[in-house]
């Protein structure tokens, strides 16, 4: 495997990430969990971090009645429980969605969130493929209708260490990492698979009643700010005062038969979605190995779901049987790979190290490694403004796509990602009737693509046609309220339109969505004083403004906060 190495950051989503992988689910019940010394490794020299790690490696964080490997064997099937839901006072389904939507509003416009398109879109058809497994298994939570539905919702984080983590209410995070390391969509899909089952099995509900959501929310913050000192021992220390790293030490007895049982429900939905179920053992058993042979430094994941053998001998043996199929992999997961690599690369320097990896790939035997070779080549050279040449290598991974396609399989022949970049180079040539033309036929293929809806988008504009882009725009907005690119390109399209105070009604949906909620009054303020809206439209900027300024308020009274005069 190649890794790109990223300049260590500090940003918010690195710190708001750190709730969700050290703590979050630590405080849950989920991913963290207890290992035996030496399957956790603790980075740098940070108090905080090495108490956490201590905590996560000592002998009585690890359930008295876990099975051994002895047991394991003995018991060729194990049945486990389905935890269900929580009874009594625990978080409703809608109060997890209300906190998901409240970390995601600060994540969304940090810089190390991905805002590229393609990603979003293949990670977000593999969940909804994964769920509609689900479904047709009936596992529990994933047939919910009304309120109690969880509307999953995953993306991706710019960093190359390798991770995943679910956020209630449905939202899954993926690194960029990770998607680079994997060798196939099934591995995507199995790590994709034990995260739902996370969801599904609310441990988060099951840990946290609605009287302990504030005790919750302080732990949180008491070990984001740990996480975000790990660099300054003196003050992590001192973070770490108090019982802290006790408190967490308390929640792990749960998490490994939570990690188990996360790993039962994956394996269930990876079989019955029809990806290669040796994708999950196999991805994990290159983690592990990765854990043997790095001098410093260890996975994220293997941090936060540490790989026992028992675990990945599980693995085997549920892989074992299942009847032996050809899985293949489609030609758009190593377009993926490609886009992966270029969110991390960053800077112009990045570019030219990125430059010299897909020449590299481009050469090398495996038809996967020239996939992503040349696509990444023509991805860096649109970058770079050079356009004729990005078409060229964007000809030269379209030829291979349809070298290794195989017959009868759509999934095989189409690829999201090179008609969306050929649309985009179209455009950037000044062929905006081609680029709107292969747009369209692409959303036509893909109607859930927010890729091909934004290419489309760009192409209309270009032309001029800024009344076609407004009313498909209202018409998602309606549809999906909750998606920031939507509300983006329609506050676009209006400024194109001349129509100033839609313009900043889009602005302020927007800034809410990002939970700047002062900017998103303010616009809505704006948007009502400018005049030219119709009778309609003030009324909905009216309607609005009162429910921003209500979701303010509630939000800040949840964090103990007034709201400014």
């Not at 085997?316 to 886009?339: C, G």
């Not at 690829?415 to 709107?436: C, F, H, I, N, P």
């Not at 998103?520 to 921003?548: N, P, V, W």
């Amino acid at each position: 495997m190649q890794y790109i190495k990223s300049v260590p950051k500090t940003s918010f989503l690195r710190r708001t990430l750190a709730v969700q992988l050290m703590l979050g689910l630590a405080c849950s019940g989920s991913p963290v969990y207890a290992a035996p010394a030496g399957d956790v490794s603790v980075e740098g020299n940070s108090a905080a971090i090495q108490n956490i790690g201590r905590a996560m490696q000592a002998p009585d964080a690890r359930p008295a009645n876990a099975p051994t490997r002895n047991t394991m064997r003995s018991q060729p099937t194990i049945v486990l429980p389905d935890m269900g839901d929580p009874g009594g006072d625990a978080l409703s389904r809608v109060d997890e969605r209300k906190y998901g939507e409240m970390i995601m509003r600060q994540i969304r416009p940090d810089v190390d969130y991905s805002n590229d398109l393609p990603i979003y879109d293949f990670l977000n058809q593999m969940e909804r493929r994964l769920l509609q497994a689900a479904k047709t298994l009936q596992l529990g939570g994933a047939n919910e209708q009304g309120s109690g539905a969880y509307n999953f919702e995953v993306f991706a984080v710019k960093d190359s260490s390798i991770n995943a983590f679910a956020l209630p209410g449905g939202f899954i995070g993926f690194h960029t990492g990770l998607i680079v390391s994997a060798e196939s969509d099934s591995e995507v899909a199995s790590v994709m698979g034990h995260e739902t089952g996370h969801v599904f099995q609310r441990y988060l509900a099951r840990q946290m009643d609605k009287h302990t959501t504030n005790m919750m929310i302080a732990l949180a913050g008491m070990v984001l700010g740990a996480l975000a000192a790990s660099r300054n021992p003196q003050v992590a220390a001192g973070l770490m005062q108090g019982g802290q790293a006790a408190a967490i030490n308390n929640q792990l007895s749960y998490s490994r038969d939570a990690e188990r049982e996360a790993d039962r429900i994956g394996f269930q939905i990876l079989d019955a979605s029809g990806y290669d179920v040796n994708g999950a053992p196999g991805f994990f058993q290159r983690l592990q190995k990765a854990t043997g042979i790095m001098d410093q430094g260890v996975p994220s994941y293997v941090r936060t779901h540490p790989l026992t053998t028992d675990r990945i001998a599980d693995m085997q043996d549920r892989a074992r049987t299942v009847a032996s199929r050809n899985v293949l992999t489609s030609v758009e997961f190593y377009f993926i790979k490609a886009r992966a690599r270029m969110e991390q690369a960053g800077t112009s320097s990045g570019m030219y190290d990125l430059k010299n990896t897909f020449d590299s790939l481009s050469k090398q035997q495996p038809i996967g490694k020239q996939l992503e070779g040349f696509y990444g080549l023509a991805l860096v050279a649109q970058r770079q403004g050079k356009i004729d040449q990005a078409e060229a290598d964007l000809q030269q991974a379209r030829n291979l796509a349809q070298k290794a396609s195989a017959p009868g399989s759509p999934i095989q022949r189409q690829s999201l990602s090179l008609d969306v970049t050929a649309s985009e180079l179209a455009l950037a040539k000044g062929r905006g009737d081609e680029a709107l033309q292969i747009a369209q036929t692409t959303l036509r293929a893909f109607p859930h693509s927010y890729a091909a809806g934004a290419a489309m988008i760009n192409a209309e504009l270009k032309l001029g046609r800024t009344n076609d882009a407004i009313n498909w725009l209202k018409a998602r907005t309606r549809a999906q309220p909750s998606e920031i690119v939507w509300w983006n390109l329609l506050s676009t399209s209006y400024d194109q339109a001349g129509n100033v105070p839609m313009r900043h009604y889009a602005l302020g949906e927007k800034y809410a969505l990002e939970g700047a909620w002062p900017s998103a009054i303010e616009q809505l303020r704006i948007a009502r004083s400018a005049g030219g809206a119709d009778f309609y439209q003030g009324s909905s900027i009216d309607a609005r403004l009162r429910e921003m300024q209500r979701q303010y308020q509630d939000e800040l009274k949840e964090q103990g906060k007034q709201m400014p005069g």
